[in-house]
């Protein structure tokens, strides 16, 4: 597990590390196609999708109960026209496009529910009056609940993948579509009649952007910038709803999840490891202990002239079985000790000798071996502390752009304004002092956490 992090790493800072937006793109794309490759990864990836998966099931559980509610109101709509000899201006239209809707032949990426609701919502429209006769007619919430279910398990669906991590996932694979099987899959999403709407949006966007500097594209526009400004996702108006800010947040969530997966692997692993490599011993130093007593059992049998006439050699021998029983003891306790101690998640962390550790498993916080309530892990003076503990170098120093993307990457409001930023984390700190108790200086004398000039902090966890 250990090469697997070692390389999503690498291919993390290439494409977060880059100065050009288009070196980024490049970099999610290279980082995606590695974790496709990587089989180790796959039951990592399936089970970001359990949830999103039973949504899923749900929605296409209603959604044939919610076309056969439209199409039976349809059935009944067209009978009464026809029985009625209804003639209107444009009525003959609205019916070609309710047919064609319901068949797909418009909007073919949306559900069939949505396409029949909104057909028959124009053609009853046009039958009515005025709005209040609409209204009367169509109904205030429309005329199928199972529609009106499905669709609201649609938006709540679409509205979580922004928050979530197989959220993060799809945005990724996207970019990497885009760049290494745009014509292959926009193809494929066709035949499935699927939304190409945003999948070509990207595609435009990263176009302009690998036009970066260059200018024979639409780089002369902008030419008194510098070219370290062209396309610039934070700068360029024409390309802001791209962000490349927003899609490093996709990538920084979506490789944080897989690290702390193949961390607690490597976790559980190392204990098995352990414990096995322990329990060996214990086994063969028991086995020592039992050859003795069998000995001693055997030299009690002799008879008691053989026995003095090899005295020596019998308190040799009780020597050496009194020295495997104590060895054999002092095995057994030390692997008490350290399964207890690994156990209750004081040996685990970044090191086991520092002021503040970090149970990997259960991701809680130590200050001298007791735990530090932050009072929930969803506040942002606990992200603060939780990304000066993970991404701090070995001198402690996290700049304040490393924390701002941490805080980004964990939902919380996007800030482009440096004093706004500064301003959020100085806040962050008094808070984390206020409601955990910690005290503000270690042991040392110096401050847990500190100021760098004005570039970041740095935070002092020194050994115990």
Same mark, same amino acid.
């Given at each position: 597990?250990?090469?697997?992090?070692?390389s999503?790493?690498?291919y993390?800072?290439t494409?977060?590390?880059s100065?050009k937006?288009?070196?980024?793109?490049?970099?999610?794309?290279d980082?995606f196609e590695?974790i496709?490759?990587?089989p180790?990864?796959?039951?990592?990836i399936?089970k #970001?999708?359990t949830?999103?998966d039973?949504?899923?099931?749900e929605i =296409?559980?209603?959604?044939p109960?919610?076309?056969k509610e439209?199409?039976?109101?349809k059935?009944?709509?067209?009978a009464? #026209?026809?029985?009625?000899?209804?003639?209107?201006?444009?009525l003959?239209?609205a019916?070609e496009?309710?047919n064609?809707l319901?068949s797909?032949?418009?909007?073919?990426?949306?559900?069939?529910?949505?396409r029949l609701?909104?057909?028959?919502?124009?053609?009853?429209?046009l039958l009515?009056?005025d709005e209040e006769?609409?209204?009367?007619n169509?109904? =205030?919430?429309g005329i199928s609940?199972?529609?009106?279910t499905r669709?609201?398990?649609?938006?709540?669906?679409?509205g @979580?993948?922004?928050?979530?991590?197989w959220?993060?996932y799809?945005?990724?694979r996207?970019?990497?579509?885009v760049?290494?099987?745009?014509?292959e =899959?926009l193809?494929?999403?066709?035949?499935e009649?699927?939304d190409?709407?945003?999948?070509?949006?990207?595609?435009?966007?990263?176009?302009?952007?690998?036009?970066?500097?260059?200018?024979?594209?639409f780089?002369?526009?902008?030419s008194?910038r510098?070219?370290?400004?062209?396309?610039s996702?934070?700068k360029?108006?024409?390309?802001r709803?791209?962000?490349?800010?927003k899609?490093?947040?996709?990538l920084?969530?979506?490789?944080?999840y897989?690290?702390k997966e193949?961390?607690?692997d490597?976790?559980?692993?190392?204990?098995? =490891?352990?414990?096995?490599?322990?329990?060996?011993k214990?086994y063969?130093a028991?086995q020592?202990?039992?050859h003795?007593?069998?000995? @001693?059992?055997?030299?009690?049998?002799?008879?008691?002239?053989?026995?003095?006439?090899?005295?020596?050699a019998g308190?040799?021998m009780?020597k050496?079985?009194?020295?495997?029983?104590?060895?054999?003891?002092? #095995?057994?306790?030390?692997i008490?000790?350290e399964?207890n101690?690994?156990?209750?998640?004081?040996?685990t962390?970044?090191s086991?000798?520092?002021l503040?550790?970090?149970d990997a498993?259960?991701?809680e916080?130590?200050?001298?071996?007791k735990?530090i309530?932050?009072?929930g892990n969803e506040?942002?003076?606990?992200?603060?502390?939780e990304?000066?503990?993970e991404?701090?170098?070995f001198?402690?120093f996290?700049?304040?752009?490393? #924390?701002?993307?941490y805080?980004q990457?964990?939902?919380e409001?996007?800030?482009?304004?440096?004093?706004?930023?500064?301003?959020?984390?100085k806040?962050?700190i008094?808070?984390?002092?206020?409601f955990t108790?910690l005290?503000?200086k270690n042991?040392?004398?110096?401050?847990?956490i500190?100021v760098s000039?004005?570039k970041?902090?740095?935070f002092?966890n020194?050994?115990s």
């Amino acid at each position: 597990m250990g090469n697997q992090t070692g390389s999503l790493e690498r291919y993390y800072n290439t494409a977060v590390q880059s100065k050009k937006d288009w070196g980024f793109f490049l970099g999610v794309a290279d980082y995606f196609e590695l974790i496709e490759e990587l089989p180790e990864l796959k039951p990592l990836i399936d089970k #970001i999708f359990t949830e999103r998966d039973k949504a899923l099931e749900e929605i =296409h559980k209603i959604e044939p109960e919610a076309v056969k509610e439209l199409q039976d109101f349809k059935k009944e709509l067209l009978a009464t #026209i026809k029985k009625g000899r209804i003639k209107k201006e444009g009525l003959q239209k609205a019916i070609e496009e309710l047919n064609d809707l319901e068949s797909g032949k418009l909007k073919p990426h949306n559900y069939q529910s949505s396409r029949l609701d909104e057909g028959l919502k124009n053609l009853v429209r046009l039958l009515s009056d005025d709005e209040e006769d609409f209204k009367k007619n169509y109904g =205030h919430s429309g005329i199928s609940k199972k529609h009106l279910t499905r669709q609201a398990l649609s938006l709540k669906l679409s509205g @979580e993948k922004e928050k979530t991590i197989w959220g993060a996932y799809i945005n990724i694979r996207n970019v990497f579509r885009v760049i290494k099987e745009y014509y292959e =899959h926009l193809d494929n999403l066709k035949k499935e009649k699927s939304d190409t709407e945003t999948f070509l949006k990207l595609k435009k966007e990263i176009d302009i952007i690998e036009k970066n500097g260059d200018e024979t594209g639409f780089s002369f526009l902008y030419s008194a910038r510098s070219s370290e400004d062209y396309f610039s996702s934070s700068k360029d108006k024409r390309i802001r709803e791209l962000q490349r800010d927003k899609y490093e947040i996709y990538l920084t969530r979506f490789h944080n999840y897989l690290v702390k997966e193949l961390s607690r692997d490597e976790k559980a692993e190392g204990l098995q =490891h352990l414990n096995n490599l322990q329990m060996s011993k214990f086994y063969t130093a028991q086995q020592n202990v039992e050859h003795s007593e069998i000995v @001693e059992e055997i030299t009690r049998d002799l008879p008691n002239k053989e026995f003095h006439t090899n005295k020596v050699a019998g308190e040799k021998m009780a020597k050496q079985f009194l020295e495997k029983a104590e060895f054999a003891k002092e #095995i057994k306790n030390s692997i008490l000790e350290e399964m207890n101690g690994a156990k209750g998640g004081k040996k685990t962390g970044k090191s086991a000798k520092r002021l503040i550790t970090r149970d990997a498993i259960a991701g809680e916080f130590y200050y001298k071996n007791k735990p530090i309530n932050f009072q929930g892990n969803e506040t942002i003076y606990f992200l603060i502390f939780e990304c000066l503990y993970e991404k701090s170098d070995f001198n402690g120093f996290c700049s304040y752009e490393t #924390i701002n993307n941490y805080l980004q990457a964990s939902g919380e409001e996007e800030y482009d304004d440096d004093r706004q930023i500064k301003d959020r984390i100085k806040n962050g700190i008094a808070n984390l002092f206020r409601f955990t108790g910690l005290p503000k200086k270690n042991p040392t004398g110096k401050k847990l956490i500190d100021v760098s000039r004005g570039k970041g902090l740095i935070f002092n966890n020194p050994s115990s």
